[in-house]
């Protein structure tokens, strides 16, 4: 799971249900996992927007059922510089895609996601190059806001 998903889990609002309705992260067949950056990202927003005790308990709770993979793998390292290079367009390899910087903490969520061999849930476009040659990406339109 990205972090923005983590965000709708804390929202508990339409977008959530349509996550867990859809996909059933955290149904007893599925592993729900993120990334250490993940966790890391949920503490500095609570603290940027000083979140009271309360939504830092619902956010413990969530995060309490996740596993969290720690960048201590060999395999993890080396997942990143990968991916990092591809996304550059520095593999000798064909692309169908424009080269770019992926922000660090990405770069992380998803090298977490290729070494589990997870599918990508996310609610915004930065792993789209990715689909296909690491893990599949499966993008979460925010309904919070839309009008019935």
Not at 99 to 107: F, P, Q
Request: overall charge negative.
């Amino acid at each position: 799971m990205d972090t923005n998903i983590i965000l709708f889990y804390l929202k508990d609002g339409p977008t959530k249900e349509l996550i867990e309705t859809t996909y059933g992260p955290f149904a007893s067949d599925n592993t729900a996992i993120i990334s250490i950056v993940t966790v890391a990202e949920i503490k500095a927003l609570a603290q940027k927007n000083k979140w009271g005790d309360k939504r830092i308990k619902i956010v413990e709770k969530i995060l309490g059922r996740l596993a969290v993979i720690e960048i201590t793998y060999g395999e993890l390292l080396d997942a990143y510089a990968e991916i990092d290079a591809f996304s550059q367009g520095k593999l000798d390899q064909p692309s169908s895609f424009s080269a770019r910087n992926m922000g660090k903490n990405d770069l992380w969520i998803a090298a977490t996601t290729k070494i589990t061999n997870s599918t990508l849930l996310t609610s915004d476009r930065d792993f789209d190059h990715l689909q296909g040659n690491y893990f599949e990406v499966l993008l979460i339109e925010n309904i919070d806001s839309k009008k019935s």
